[in-house]
Nanobody, 117 residues
């Protein structure tokens, strides 16, 4: 049974930092590209960051470049999203996504990040 369980969300002030984690099980994590998406209230879901199975290559949405860092630990079956210099507009539900093949996608339930003063 595939599971993606996000954690680390919460309330943070503008300019603050959070680290999200996504623990994976039920599939071959080390062979799967991983992504973080987010969906803000009233907006469509958007890709925030992605990382290849080896971790050698990453990509980011323009809105988070230089502030967010995606990483992974294949020994722990976990992908991370380090978020710094958080802005009000970063408020959203952040979800972990696994892409083990070109046609298969797994999703976590998400964790809420609220940036507010």
């Amino acid at each position: 049974q595939v599971q993606l369980v996000e954690s680390g969300g919460g309330l943070v002030q503008p300019g603050g930092s959070l680290r999200l984690s996504c623990a994976a099980s039920g599939f071959t994590f080390s062979s799967s590209a991983m992504n973080w998406y987010r969906q803000a209230p009233g907006k469509e879901r958007e890709l925030v960051a992605g990382i290849t199975s080896t971790g050698r290559s990453t990509n980011y949405a323009d809105s988070v470049k230089g502030r967010f860092t995606i990483s992974r630990d294949n020994a722990k079956n976990t992908v991370y999203l380090q978020m710094t210099s958080l802005k009000l507009q970063d408020t959203a539900v952040y979800s972990c996504n696994a892409a083990p093949t070109v046609s298969i996608r797994y999703w976590g339930k998400g964790t809420l990040v609220t940036v507010s003063s």
